[in-house]
């Protein structure tokens, strides 16, 4: 498939689109949102989801910025990762408590995450609000230190799907709850592990984001929305190609091919809204190709 | 030392209003395979759910080996030593073969938080291929296996740990003759090994060749127990069955002709795997009760009428030549249908009686697609009270009443559709003798004035008492068709279901 965009957009636009030099720009750019959809993977695959994942990715960037100023690499890292873990923990525990649909609780909190991060950005006094200001301290929006995190984190969740309990029961509470719930599983347990995971792996993303960016900007009126939907596209492949096998590639080319639909686009100069429709098309194309429901079964 | 290895007392387990275990006190003995029949709701599969802690008790206790047995979920149960193969699909997709066998059992490849899924691979590996079952590979996703395989599968997960009692619950019906043969031999093993199986079949013969001892229970009670060896299939139809005709809430009339005409004509339906060229015509003012064992057919017939079965061939067509080929088309011209499975296909739990009754009347009751508010409460207010539902209101949500007033919520909702034909699958499961009075008059009344139904039911009593005729279905296909008659009995019905 990947082959199959690379060949039609380079016959299309042999200029603009395809260079060696491009596909390094395209995977670099992928593998951000490949780590949230790796992270969201935890809990779509429950059949949960979390629309608080932008606001926490802008939140956890600016914490980072902020503790940078004092703390160098150290603050960036340790306050993307704790920021992003902490919003998560509390998500989880916020889900479990009220008991309301997943969707409900992270919209409440995606606004207030949204304003938590105007707030923040207020206190950063040292450089230009937001701004990573140092040049030293940009090494994660580059190679290789982007592709060391990107592939320390496709490890990690390697190991979490493979080697722990964490996969199989999250597998398991997506099959059948009540099932898995017979067998043993501490369903509202795993629950809240799944959005814990799902927010260190935003944190490792807004580290990435910050960094490539050379800063964050914090937004309000639900604008952060925008950055929940390009890692989860990935995530989508990882859920229809994980009865192949374990999702993590499919999450990584998932969002190569998306990244790369979308620049092919930009270089034959089609319009934003054309881009948006061929990238949308392609995506439901390939996950309802892999992902033929029963015939009769109930899709939610 | 005594030979009884479990022993149930008193137990009871009630769901609401319903009692579907009750007073049942049973001693299974060691190393013996104990036969468990009924009818379809006589308590079996929630007697054994309830020692494999699927379901909890509501009285009574268990006592495994002289302990007190109350486990809150089937890893609990196993152990204890109690394992289940159920009659539904009890394997998880999106896993593998050995993530399914050792679920919930991961402790036991765990080093620390690092589970050894090698490990875990190469033991479920080595399970399989001692059961003979080499085809499986415990590496591989169970999606690409079929349904048989994973039953196989959940064979192996049930058995491995050679468990004190294995209950194989109606796991038959889902295997081939090959696959049977390789069950038949696990029971023959933990028999061996003086161990206990619950055997739970609806194949009579099946049950009293591989058993030693066999309980029937019936509405929930324990009717008897028998030696397998001394046992007749006829004498435990009997005592499955075998009730007298006592209860004076059906029709008492034998001699009322039906109409000739004919209101549907059923063509050579078939669904696949559920039932196979089925032909006949409903008449008008007709009661048309179709009966026999759940699963031979009866239930996808109701759908196959109502246009909800999937790949249905042949043809359903009403008078006046009408074609029915989809839920809308069918509710447009007059037939409406209440599902066995009434929380999940007939009634909207989450939602008021109010759109529950008036949800398919909208069309007739809105003006330049307008709805009047007050017009719906009148309409619901009206059918809800032509039907005594007990209510505190027509705003009160569907989820806070018993099954009875849901299944009159069901019917209220046809009675304000005005529909001509009504397909009532199982009308009366789970619901008490005031609430059955109340449908059966309630049919009564509506054949009177011109309506026919179609009565779906796994009750013998329930055809006998209220069918004008009855069509006895088996494997699929129409077996039998009885006249009302007041010599007929539920002996007669029973020689064309098993």
């Not at chain 1, 951000?32 to 949960?48: E, H, T």
Request: glycine share 10%.
């Amino acid at each position: 498939m990947t082959l199959f965009f690379w060949v039609s957009f380079r016959l299309l636009s042999p200029s603009n689109f395809g260079s060696s030099r491009q596909m390094v720009d395209y995977l670099q750019t992928s593998i951000q949102y490949a780590v949230g959809g790796c992270g969201l993977y935890f809990i779509v695959v429950m059949g949960l989801f979390d629309f608080s994942v932008g606001a926490n990715i802008v939140l956890s960037a600016l914490v980072g910025v902020l503790l940078s100023r004092h703390f160098g690499y150290w603050g960036l890292i340790l306050g993307c990762l704790l920021c992003g873990t902490l919003i998560g923990s509390f998500n989880g525990l916020l889900y479990s408590r009220l008991r309301i649909p997943s969707m409900i609780v992270t919209v409440g909190l995606m606004l207030i995450l949204e304003s938590v991060a105007n707030y923040a950005v207020t206190l950063d006094k040292a450089g230009f609000p937001g701004k990573l200001s140092s040049g030293n301290i940009l090494a994660f929006g580059r190679a290789p230190w982007n592709y060391i995190c990107a592939g320390l984190a496709f490890l990690l969740m390697f190991f979490l799907l493979r080697s722990t309990k964490i996969g199989t029961y999250c597998n398991a509470i997506g099959s059948d709850e009540l099932i898995a719930k017979n067998m043993g599983v501490n369903v509202e347990h795993y629950k809240f592990i799944g959005f814990v995971l799902l927010h260190f792996f935003v944190g490792i993303m807004a580290l990435l984001s910050v960094s490539y960016g050379r800063g964050m900007l914090a937004v309000t009126g639900m604008a952060s929305m925008d950055r929940n939907f390009k890692p989860l596209m990935g995530t989508f492949f990882g859920v229809a190609f994980k009865k192949y096998g374990y999702p993590v590639p499919a999450i990584v080319i998932g969002e190569f091919i998306i990244v790369m639909i979308f620049n092919g686009l930009v270089a034959l100069n089609v319009p934003t809204t054309i881009n948006d429709f061929v990238t949308g098309a392609v995506l439901l194309i390939i996950v309802t190709l892999t992902n033929r429901g029963r015939k009769g079964s109930v899709v939610k | 030392m005594s030979d009884v290895i479990l022993r149930s007392e008193n137990l009871c387990k009630r769901f609401g209003i319903t009692t579907a275990v009750n007073d049942v006190s049973l001693e299974f003995e060691k190393g013996e395979i104990h036969g468990l029949i009924g009818e379809n709701g006589s308590g079996k599969s929630t007697f054994c759910s309830t020692l494999c802690g699927i379901y909890p008790v509501t009285s009574g206790r268990f006592l495994l080996e002289e302990k007190e047995l109350r486990a809150r979920s089937q890893v609990e149960a196993n152990r204890r030593g109690v394992s289940i193969i159920v009659q539904e699909m009890g394997t998880l997709p999106g896993l593998t073969v050995a993530e399914n066998i050792f679920l919930g059992e991961e402790d036991k490849f765990m080093r620390g938080i690092v589970k050894n899924t090698g490990a875990m691979n190469r033991e479920a590996q080595r399970l399989l291929d001692g059961y003979g079952f080499k085809r499986i590979i415990a590496s591989k996703m169970i999606d690409n296996y079929s349904f048989e395989d994973r039953k196989l599968i959940e064979i192996v997960k049930a058995t491995y740990f050679n468990p004190k009692i294995l209950v194989v619950d109606e796991t038959t019906t889902a295997l081939s003759r090959s696959g049977r043969e390789e069950l038949f031999k696990v029971m023959d093993r933990i028999k061996s090994g003086g161990n206990t199986v619950i055997f739970i079949s609806h194949d009579l013969d099946e049950v009293i060749d591989h058993t030693d001892r066999i309980s029937v229970l019936r509405d929930g009670g324990l009717v008897d127990t028998v030696k397998s060896s001394e046992a007749s299939a006829g004498e435990l139809k009997l005592l499955m069955v075998g009730r007298e005709l006592t209860n004076r809430y059906y029709r008492t009339d034998y001699d009322q002709s039906v109409s000739d005409e004919v209101v549907l004509a059923v063509d050579n339906v078939s669904v696949p795997g559920e039932m196979q060229n089925v032909s006949f015509r409903l008449h008008k003012g007709e009661i048309l009760g179709i009966g026999g064992l759940s699963e031979c057919g009866m239930h996808e017939t109701g759908k196959a009428i109502f246009g909800a079965s999937y790949g249905r061939s042949g043809s359903v067509t009403l008078k006046g030549g009408y074609s029915v080929k989809s839920i809308p088309g069918a509710i447009r011209h007059g037939v409406a249908y209440a599902s066995k499975d009434r929380d999940n296909e007939s009634v909207i739990v989450a939602d008021s009686i109010r759109d529950n009754i008036c949800l398919p009347s909208l069309d007739d009751m809105s003006k330049h697609a307008l709805l009047n508010n007050r017009k719906l409460d009148g309409f619901a207010r009206k059918n809800a009270e032509l039907m005594s539902v007990k209510m505190t209101g027509i705003d009160q949500y569907v989820s806070a009443l018993s099954g009875g007033n849901k299944q009159k919520v069901v019917i209220s909702r046809w009675l304000g559709k005005d529909s001509d034909i009504l397909v009532l699958d199982s009308p009366t499961r789970g619901i008490d003798v005031k609430v059955k009075a109340d449908i059966y008059a309630l049919m009564s009344e509506l054949k009177e004035r011109g309506k026919s139904i179609i009565m779906i039911s796994e009750e013998l009593q329930e055809l006998l008492g209220m069918s004008d005729r009855i069509l006895i279905m088996k494997d699929g296909r129409i077996n039998g068709e009885f006249m009302r008659n007041r010599n007929l009995g539920e002996r007669d019905l029973i020689t064309k279901m098993v």
